[in-house]
């Protein structure tokens, strides 16, 4: 085995690894059940993780943790924050709390009353008074409604798909997003699979819009049928369910905008809240040929009645 055969499939096993700790959050996740999914020893398992993704691997489950609990708090109101730990995989309130102030650098809530636009309001008296808040915050949201905004609520089948990982990017890092494209280009292309516009190109977030900094993110490419997966590149499942799709035309960065509306007003208004499954945006053109430079694409929300 060459080094470069050696470097991508230590890539592979751990990406596995990683969908592995993503799926189940909320059981324990033991470091022989982890290490097993990749095939690696646990005993090397822990080094080797840290060497690829440049973060300990019980860090890792920490965060991934807490950014769950972030967004079950802002958009589940009616569960205690103890519900939410809990189901988020945190055996007590105390390693919880610990957590918390470790990852976030401030308590939990504090957090939330900046969350809430410095309000003095705790996670109790936020879950007892959502609807207030949340009216609050639409009085005071300082973007204008999307006027020509349309969206269709559907409900999807699953979607199989080849992705490429990036544990920490920016989300308006176009160009290394663009590299991670050309990368599946060339990996599927001699195989002569990708057939646009049957084959669909899509990016797929793994961290949930409404936390600062970088995201987690697969970019994919659906073809016929799926072929051998290989070091940087593997198979994985997309969620179906119901869904509300935004079509736009437009700079990359409206995108984001869009979804600041969506998830601060639009949900309020029509009665739904967003689920937690995959959000992603199916790319339906080369911008670089479109006149003005614009991206044609979908959003993919995944939402759930109230």
Known sequence: MTKDQSIREYYFRINKSIDFIKSNLDQELSLENIASVSNFSKYHYHRIFKSVTGIPLNEYIIRARI??????????????????????????????????????????????????????????????????????????CLMIKEKAIKIEIVELPEIEAMYVQNLDIDIHDSTTYSGMFERLHRWAGPENEIKF??????????????????????????????????????????????YAVIHKESAIEECFASLEYIFEVWFVENGYQPDNRDFYIKHLNDPQTHPQNLHVFEMYIPIKHL
């Open 67 to 140: 950014e769950r609990v972030l967004f079950f708090v802002k958009n589940y109101p009616h569960k205690t924050i103890g519900e939410i730990a809990f189901e988020c995989g945190f055996a007590t309130m105390s390693s919880f709390t610990r957590s918390f102030k470790e990852i976030q650098k401030v308590t939990a809530e504090e957090w939330n009353v900046n969350c809430t636009n410095g309000k003095n309001w705790s996670l109790e008296i936020m879950t007892e008074n959502y609807l207030a808040i949340k009216i609050d915050v639409i009085k005071n």
């Open 197 to 242: 516009p049957e084959s669909k190109a899509l990016t797929v977030f793994r961290t949930h819009h409404n936390l600062s900094g970088n995201v987690k993110t697969d970019v994919c490419l659906t073809l016929p049928y799926a072929l051998q997966e290989e070091g940087f590149i593997a198979d994985l499942t997309i969620s179906g369910g119901l």
